[in-house]
DNA sequence: AACCAGTGCAACCGCTTCTTT
DNA sequence: TAAAGAAGCGGTTGCACTGGT
C-alpha cells in the first residue's frame, strides 16, 4: 500500500485564501517550481502538496488567461477534442494562457451542451473515412502515441484527406470541419482555416 | 423575501505514468 | 528489472451564485 501524499487531519482543505495564494505565490517565484511534496511545510502551509501544485497550476501561475472563451478558441478545442480525445492537458497546451481544468471545465459545462444542440452528439465518433478519430473520449491517437507527422492534405468537394506519417489517413466528412494541421513529434500547431459551409 | 433548481467552477480523489534507486 | 515514490492527469464532487417562481 501507498502512503498517502499527505497527512488529511493535519491540512486545509477547500478553498484557498488569500493569505495562502500569497505564501505559495513569494514563495514558488523564490524558489521556483518542483518537489511539491515537501513544498506546503517549506512554504508554511497547511496543504498537501498536489492541492499546491493545482493551485498554482491553475490559478496562480503568471501568464493565465481567464474569462470567457473566445470563438477561436472554442473552434480550436472542438476540433482538437475531436482529435485527441480528452486530453485535456494535450488541449489546454495549445491554447495560451488556458490550463486543462478551465478546458475540461469548460467543455463539460459549454461546449457539449453547444454540440449537443447542433445535432452533434459529443459523445459519438466523428466519423472520419470510416475510422473513429475519437469515441466516448478515446482518441485515435492511443494515449502514449507521439501525434503524427503530416504529410499532405488533399481536399475534395466536401471532405479533405489527411495522410500522416506511418500511413494513417484520415479522412474528414464533416462539410464544416477544415482543419489545416501541422503536426509533429515534438510540438503540435494548429492552424485553422474557417472554410465553414455558407 | 424565501425557496428551489440549474449552472459553473474550484478543488479533491484515485488512478496512471514517469523517474529514481 | 522491479519496486517505490513523486508528479501528472482526468473524472467527479461540492458549493457558491443566479434566475425563476
Redesign the pocket.
Known amino acids: 500500500m501507498?502512503?498517502p501524499?499527505c497527512e488529511?487531519k493535519e491540512t486545509?482543505?477547500?478553498?484557498?485564501s488569500r493569505e495562502e495564494d500569497q505564501k505559495l505565490s513569494d514563495y514558488i517565484k523564490q524558489h521556483g517550481?518542483?518537489?511539491?511534496?515537501?513544498l506546503p511545510k517549506a512554504a508554511g502551509l497547511r496543504?498537501?502538496?498536489?492541492?499546491c501544485?493545482?493551485?498554482w497550476?491553475?490559478?496562480l501561475r503568471p501568464g493565465l488567461k481567464?474569462g470567457n472563451f473566445g470563438e477561436d478558441e472554442e473552434d480550436l478545442i472542438i476540433r482538437l477534442h475531436a482529435l485527441l480525445g480528452?486530453?485535456?492537458?494535450?488541449i489546454?497546451g495549445r491554447l495560451p494562457g488556458r490550463t486543462?481544468?478551465?478546458v475540461?471545465?469548460?467543455w463539460?459545462?459549454?461546449l457539449r451542451?453547444k454540440l449537443i444542440q447542433m445535432g452533434i452528439d459529443p459523445k459519438k465518433p466523428h466519423q472520419l473515412g470510416g475510422r473513429a478519430i475519437s469515441c466516448a473520449?478515446r482518441p485515435f491517437l492511443s494515449?502514449?502515441e507521439a501525434p503524427k507527422q503530416l504529410l499532405t492534405i488533399h481536399r475534395n468537394d466536401n471532405h479533405q484527406v489527411l495522410k500522416f506519417e506511418s500511413s494513417l489517413h484520415i479522412k474528414t466528412c464533416l462539410p464544416d470541419l477544415n482543419l489545416d494541421l501541422t503536426l509533429s513529434s515534438t510540438a503540435l500547431s494548429t492552424t485553422l482555416v474557417e472554410e465553414r459551409a455558407s
Open positions: 501507498r502512503k501524499c488529511k486545509n482543505r477547500g478553498s484557498w517550481e518542483g518537489c511539491w511534496r515537501s496543504r498537501c502538496g498536489k492541492s501544485r493545482l493551485r497550476i491553475n490559478y481567464r480528452n486530453r485535456w492537458s494535450l489546454a486543462d481544468n478551465e475540461k471545465n469548460y463539460n459545462s459549454h451542451k473520449g494515449k502514449n
